[in-house]
């Protein structure tokens, strides 16, 4: 059912700064912009083991969704003295919405005494890392609109949009012997849909009676979730209920590549990378 195809895909899409209140959460600064890679906040809680920050907000985009976390420093001073985490992961709690900012601080003189709660402190996102999962993840995107545009009218179920095997897995059926000719199909849809050059549009839907309409077979299987966050790459495709990161037109994610089309596990599962 669609119900159970859904949560896979679109696990983070809901908008926690829009329908939330809550002394704990952390609001999501790049659900605004996806391409806001310095900001300020503040540390809500902390840990030397493992080491760990929630912030009041943040810039850093966690796993999830079929996307990689991001990378960076947050760097802060307590009196005279300064500090720096590395981040090298994050985590979504959904239940609290706060973020888990995991990784290193390069100082030795933190000690489990010292309380860094309230300390201001300077987020600052790899931008290389960022830009590529956008492009990956929006390439993605991009791939449904094309498979629909070919007449493969699929629902997609999944999306992987890590560097090293991105993929869009839908439920559907491609003969073995049309595969070849589909992948050259949908990688040329896709050089066009990018050459046109398309505004990625982002939206957030407080009527959840308006998802069935916007989304078409991509809406969430509840209609009473409030706060949806929908993007949409291509204006003639459905809006995509999405927490991720994306570029801003679809010209930056530059060539797509469509590597394979397979059944795996009663899937069909369509491989694809970006050119340099």
């Known amino acids: 059912t669609l119900a159970e195809r859904w949560p896979a895909h679109h696990e983070a899409a809901l908008h926690p700064n829009r329908f939330m209140m809550g002394s704990s959460m952390t609001e999501r600064l790049y659900l605004e912009d996806s391409y806001r890679l310095v900001a300020k906040s503040s540390i809500l809680r902390w840990s030397l083991s493992p080491p760990s920050l929630v912030l009041l907000s943040t810039i850093f985009h966690p796993q999830g969704g079929g996307q990689p976390s991001d990378v960076g420093e947050v760097q802060g001073r307590l009196g005279e003295k300064e500090f720096t985490f590395t981040v090298t992961s994050c985590k979504l709690d959904k239940e609290t ?21 309230g300390a201001e402190v300077e987020l600052r996102v790899d931008e290389g890392k960022r830009r590529l999962h956008a492009r990956l993840h929006s390439a993605g995107h991009l791939m449904d609109a094309a498979m629909f545009n070919c007449g493969y009218k699929f629902v997609p179920t999944k999306g992987y949009h890590f560097p090293d095997a991105p993929c869009v897995e839908y439920i559907g059926q491609i003969p073995p012997e049309e595969r070849a000719l589909a992948c050259e199909r949908v990688q040329q849809e896709c050089a066009r849909l990018i050459q046109e050059g398309h505004e990625v549009q982002v939206m957030t839907v407080e009527d959840p009676s308006s998802l069935p309409e916007l989304c078409g077979p991509l809406a969430p299987p509840s209609t009473e979730q409030r706060g949806m966050r929908l993007v949409r790459v291509v204006g003639s495709y459905w809006w995509c209920p999405c927490g991720g990161t994306h570029v801003k037109d679809v010209r930056e994610i530059g060539e797509i590549k469509v590597t394979a089309i397979k059944i795996k596990r009663g899937v069909l599962k369509v491989s694809y990378n970006l050119g340099d």
């Open 97 to 117: 919405q706060e973020v888990t900012h995991e990784g290193s601080f390069r100082e030795d003189w933190l000690q489990d005494d010292v309380d860094l709660a």
